[in-house]
């Protein structure tokens, strides 16, 4: 079965343009979940996806970010008219059912690096 | 703000001893404190967890230890081994699947 997976692995944008990540969950997961990494510091939740539907998105910046997870095919982490402090590793998890204490464990993809230049 | 705080930012280990890395949070509420281990290229995998209704908890050579009063756990890597060297995340959530992390945390282990 293999895991999670996303691309592109390394992205590289000038200021003003636009990025996409995927994310392809593990096969059998619906449940989808984006995570930001800035330099020096640790992952932060951004968003939390199922099939077609926005979860929670109490993580995501209120602009020029959004997020879908369709019906067919991939996740899709947006980030429109990238500045440079968008520049951070985002990571994608997923799980077969909801996650949390006493549910699923997320498993991690091995992260898209967006450099803004 | 950083939910999680955790230290040090790298160590060094000789094969054969012990990894200490240590972490501290500021929310109340949370209640599960998991540990991820990333190796380069890889994304972060679980490796132990725990709730604190206990103050320690063993896996192998892996040991979390946790103090709720000083909102302190950290992790414990017996006989450290070269195949142990990989980045390691504290994390903690409030029972639900908003993980927070902290920085991280890269281990060498020299052989």
């Known amino acids: ?117 | 703000q950083q939910q999680v705080k955790q230290s040090p930012q790298s160590l060094i280990v000789q094969k054969g001893g012990i990894s200490i890395i240590n972490c501290a949070y500021e929310n109340t509420a949370f209640d599960y404190f998991p540990w991820y281990q990333q190796f380069p290229g890889k994304g972060p995998a679980l490796l132990i967890a725990i709730r604190p209704d206990v103050s320690e908890k063993k896996e192998g050579r892996f040991t979390i230890s946790f103090n709720k009063s000083a909102k302190q756990f950290s992790l414990h890597i017996m006989d450290s081994q070269p195949g142990d060297s990989a980045t390691y995340f504290c994390a903690a959530s409030n029972s639900d699947y908003k993980l927070s992390f902290g920085a991280g945390t890269t281990v060498t282990v020299r052989a």
């Open chain 1, 1 to 117: 079965n293999a895991g999670v997976m996303q691309n592109p692995r390394h992205l590289v944008r000038r200021r003003g343009q636009e990025a996409r990540l995927r994310c392809s969950p593990m096969k059998g997961h619906s449940h989808v979940y984006w995570y930001r990494q800035l330099p020096e510091e640790g992952l932060k939740f951004m968003v939390y996806l199922q099939k077609e539907n926005i979860i929670d998105e109490s993580g995501m910046p209120k602009e020029r970010f959004s997020a879908e997870f369709p019906k067919e095919g991939p996740s899709i982490l947006r980030i429109q008219q990238v500045v440079r402090g968008d520049s951070a590793a985002y990571f994608c998890a997923s799980s077969p059912s909801l996650a949390g204490t006493g549910g699923e464990t997320q498993y991690f993809g091995p992260g898209t690096r967006l450099l803004v230049l």
